[in-house]
């Protein structure tokens, strides 16, 4: 099991960048994908960007390519997404995920294939 807390989030202006993090408990965070998702009022849950075990294969949405990264630290146990160039349309709140069994790549972006989730952490962008 694993419990996930988010941290960095804040009110940006258009065009900033801001970095999140997300720090995970207990011994096995090296066992898990990763992924951030947001949800903005109204909306459903979005995927933003995932990542492998081993950190070595990232994935984002179109809409953040580019402008998002995603990156872990193992040995620390954290999760980040450095965000630039901020739009006002990135505004949510923003959640990190961890799953343990993706059946290939399109499994990253689907909520349904994480089992745990942080509180999420808000983000708001003016123009």
């Known amino acids: 099991q694993v419990q996930l807390v988010e941290s960095g989030g804040g009110l940006v202006q258009a065009g900033d960048s801001l970095r999140l993090s997300c720090a995970a408990s207990?011994?096995?965070?090296?066992?898990?994908?990763m992924g951030w998702f947001r949800q903005a009022p109204g909306q459903e849950r979005e995927f933003v960007a995932a990542i492998t075990r081993s950190g070595e294969i990232t994935y984002n949405v179109d809409s953040v390519k580019g402008r998002f990264t995603i990156s872990r630290d193992n040995t620390k146990k954290l999760l980040y997404l450095q965000m630039s160039s901020l739009k006002p349309e990135d505004t949510a709140v923003y959640f990190c995920a961890a799953g343990t069994t993706m059946f290939g790549s399109k499994s990253y972006g689907r909520p349904a294939s994480y089992i745990y989730w942080g509180q999420g952490t808000q983000v708001t962008v003016s123009s």
């Open positions: 207990g011994r096995t965070f090296n066992s898990y994908h």
